[in-house]
Each structure stands twice: as C-alpha cells, then as structure tokens.
C-alpha cells in the first residue's frame, strides 16, 4: 500500500448543499466536532451526478454519510433523497436531511423517503453546534464494521 492509498481510502461525509456560504460553515462546524473530511458536491444536479459516478465505481472510496441541505424549494431534499435513494441503498450509505425547526411533516416525509436520519438546521450558534455534535455522532454510529482496518 502507498501513502496516497491510505489517504485516498480515509472515510468521509459528502455534502449536497445548494448555498457555498451555509456548506462552508456546516462543514467547518462539523470538522470542529470530529467529523471526517467532508467533500462538498453542490446542488442537488452536481450532487446526483457526483454521487452517482463515484458509487457506480467499486475501487473508489465511498462516504461514510450524505448530508443533504438543500434550499431551492421546500421539497428539494425531499426530492433529491427519493432520486437517489436507491443507489444509495444498494451500496449501503446512510443519507440525512436538514430541516427546518418545527417541521414534524417534512421530517417524516424524509424519513419516509429513505433518510436514515433528520436534523435541525439551527440559527442560535450552540443550538447549531449541538446539531453538528449530532451528526457527528450519527456518522460514528452508522459506519459499517468491516470498513475498519481497511
């Protein structure tokens, strides 16, 4: 194994998130909390195609979560989870949603689309920081067992 093998092999969380400004402050929130590398692959259309072309390639690297926040129209994660929720199944890769707080609907309509899980997006800064603690913690909980020692 080289070096750069180790490096490429390393876990990581990929981002769909259609706003530069709100992926760039949840990706540093979540890095400040523990979280892996975090790979931002844009809107919901680059996102699908990135994810798409790196899932269909078994010698690649995979992420360990798909964190979808996507703010087009209140049914845009909604929409892209049910697109892509099949291939990201196959492969075994949880996906979470951001929502609104209060939304109870757009939560179960998520969860009912194949996120294995929901959170808040906070706009009071501890609110927030427990949020990206959460998540974190969701990402150690979900990885799968046998990617260990890889």
Not at 14 to 33: E, N, V
Not at 96 to 125: I, S, W, Y
């Amino acid at each position: 194994m080289h070096l750069n093998d180790q490096a490429e092999n390393q876990p990581f969380v990929a981002l769909i998130d259609d706003d530069q400004h709100s992926a760039h402050l949840l990706t540093r929130m979540l890095l400040a909390h523990g979280s892996p590398d975090i790979k931002w692959y844009g809107d919901a259309n680059a996102g699908r195609s990135c994810l798409t072309t790196l899932l269909a390639d078994p010698a690649t690297n995979w992420p360990g979560l798909v964190i979808v926040d996507l703010k087009a129209h209140s049914n845009a994660n909604l929409e892209f989870i049910a697109s892509i929720r099949p291939l990201l199944r196959q492969k075994g890769v949880p996906v979470a949603a951001m929502v609104q707080p209060g939304d109870l609907a757009q939560r179960n309509a998520l969860q009912n689309a194949g996120a294995a899980a929901v959170f808040v997006r906070q706009a009071e800064l501890d609110a927030y920081r427990r949020e990206a603690a959460s998540i974190v913690s969701f990402w150690a909980r979900s990885q799968r067992l046998d990617a260990v020692g890889m």
